[in-house]
């Protein structure tokens, strides 16, 4: 008999171990694979709007289930306000998708080719079966967020969330049990990269959020098996604070990106470039609004800022800050994690700051804010360039033309202006991530759908004999 895995859940407030959960084996992920490849051909044969109908019904069942979906999400995330967000945005991208869907698989008319007799139609076809693999921080809504569109698109998906935070699956799958239609189109397994593997080798495409790290071996897989990936990957978010910036505003929702769900979002600003000029008044502004708040202890809704929730993560965000200390970074508030059982780290600002350290190169994923004082514009925007990542970023200045003029200028798929995080809010435009960010189609946008479909011509001859019998081409 196969010994049967275990992972071991651990609880982000508390540092305590609290639960197990069973890690699927091959053997039932073999099985589940099969129930959706037999389902899916079906599925993909109704019309667009029954498929959405399912995706409405489903959003309806996770709404009957809010409570116990939230608990699960703060069980898995320590955080209580940003679960609620979480919540709420998997079901408007449920219902934005069952809305917009129709009109984006309109298939194109019988249409005239280039060579006019013959006439051209080209047909839509969705992979059989993606796979979406997600990352703990938005455990949910990025389980779903490619999922939700592939569905719409007729295909089956398998998911595989993080390791670090499944306790949500039980509540999504008693919620999918409700909806029939699509409870054999959508399987949801549990475990590590060991299982992300076996999954990768079983789909016919991937959908990846996640590390840069992961993501470069889950594009090397798909290599392998020549199927597409769509990567949604790491990022290091510059802000830029040009000399014309009202320091108040920008201070605030610079805090507001690098601090909300503890500075673990993709979106999250991670470090700060801002005009000498008035670098004083913006850093004090910018201090100000990270020591107005708290840490959510001793219960989840007491203030904003949750846990550290992955232990991995722990180990890297006290890396970071011992290496910028040991470089002779300064903490103007904030600096130190908190042992609270879990691990938690106060908003922190970061001064004496440079491109050595690795607060400021590598991907952080906390509450901590670095902040560089630049010459001018030019400074900014060659030290904003100057790494591997290019997910998003902000620009700040009161003339919109010229922060566009900036945005312009920016190796980032995506540039907030006169705000920040805009990113993770506004799903309606395409963006692409640039540089070791991802790879592949936009995720937003309605565009995003089509990742999950070939386009197959036909090309039809109507009646014309013989066009082409040993006749020269022009
Ligand atoms: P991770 O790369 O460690 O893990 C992501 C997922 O990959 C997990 O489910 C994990 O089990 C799985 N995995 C691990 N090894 C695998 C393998 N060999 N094959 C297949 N799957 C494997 O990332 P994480 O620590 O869970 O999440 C944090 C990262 O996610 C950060 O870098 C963050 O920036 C990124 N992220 C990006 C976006 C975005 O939209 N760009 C959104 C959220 C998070």
Redesign the pocket.
Known sequence: MTEIRMLKMRNPRTGQIDSELAVTSQAELDALVAKLRAAQPAWAAQPVQFRCDALLALADALERRRESMTDALLRDTGRWHESVLEFDSTLATLRRWAAGAPACLEVPAEAPGNIPFIKTRVNLVPYALVGV??????PLL?SLIDAIPALAAGCAVLV?????TSRFVEVLRLALAEVPALDQLIGVVI???V???A??AAVDMIC????????R??GE?CAARFIPASL????KDPALVLADADPQRAARAIAWSGFVNGGQ??MSLERVYVDASIAEVFIAALVEEASRLRLAHPQPRDGEIGPII?A??VDIVREHLADAKAHGARALTGGELKDLGGQWCPPTVLVDVDESMKVVRE?T?AAILPVMVVADEEEAIARANDSVYG?SAAVFSKDQARAERVARRLQAGGVSINDASLTGLIHSEEKQ?FKQ??MGGS?MGAPSIRRFLRAQALLINPGVEDPWWFKAQP
């Open positions: 693999i997600s990352p703990w921080n938005f990025l595989k969330p993080s390791e670090v475990g590590d990269g299982v992300g593997s999954l990768i990846f959020t996640g590390s840069v790290r992961t993501g071996r889950v897989a949604e990957l790491g990022g979002s993709c992955s991995a993560q991907e994923f997910l991530s960010s991802g995720r």
